[in-house]
T-cell receptor
């Protein structure tokens, strides 16, 4: 079964607003990663946060990780229409050599 | 940045034929490649892990005789869907993990949309 569960499944906001997506997982991890997928395309890596980190920033992206709650959040600030895509969290579980992806959040930014 | 090339981007075939999908790492060596399947508006389902020079490791429920994976070099892995049927229609995506440095994140191909008539 999928490691990560994400919510919301779909999110629609106005351009300029902030978008927050959440991810929960089940087992101990080495790191958690966020990816973006435009419709019908491959995935693009956005940001990686290690298990000993609590927060990380990259441009308009902010990721938090709470290992006690086994959850992570991705915040996109000042959203743009071009941010419209599906966003997936992926966990790199300890002892495993593969990433397991969450169900994803479909984000729509309305101009 | 690292680039993974996947082709074809889309393929339409008749039921019963076999289809080969290629995944190449263009500017780095990939000891490990992964093959995923994705249905519309759903997440990626890992099918198998492909290691250069050895047999692929398939996930539970994935038929290895149906989905043949070959990873003959550090830059190329292929997925062959044998005797394809309409239920095999899906979006297939490969990804690669570099064998040194930046090896925690995956680099993805652009995907192959397979339609079996």
């Amino acid at each position: 079964s999928q490691q990560g569960e994400e919510d919301p499944q779909a999110l629609s906001i106005q351009e300029g607003e902030n978008a927050t997506m959440n991810c929960s997982y089940k087992t101990s991890i080495n790191n958690l990663q966020w990816y973006r997928q435009n419709s019908g395309r491959g995935l693009v890596h956005l940001i990686l946060i290690r298990s000993n980190e609590r927060e990380k920033h990259s441009g308009r992206l902010r990721v938090t990780l709470d290992t006690s709650k086994k959850s992570s959040s991705l915040l996109i600030t000042a959203s743009r229409a071009a941010d419209t895509a599906s966003y997936f969290c992926a966990t790199d579980a300890r002892g495993a050599q593969k990433l397991v992806f969450g169900q994803g959040t479909r984000l729509t930014i309305n101009p | 940045g690292a680039v993974v090339s996947q082709h074809p981007s889309w393929v339409i075939c008749k039921s019963g034929t076999s289809v080969k999908i290629e995944c190449r790492s263009l500017d780095f060596q990939a000891t490990t490649m992964f093959w995923y399947r994705q249905f519309p508006k759903q997440s990626l389902m890992l099918m198998a892990t492909s290691n250069e020079g050895s047999k692929a490791t398939y996930e539970q429920g994935v038929e290895k005789d149906k989905f043949l994976i070959n990873h003959a070099s550090l830059t190329l892995s292929t997925l062959t869907v044998t005797s394809a049927h309409p239920e095999d229609s899906s979006f297939y995506i490969c990804s690669a993990r570099a064998n040194r440095g930046l090896n925690e994140k995956l680099f993805f191909g652009s995907g192959t949309q397979l339609s079996v008539l």
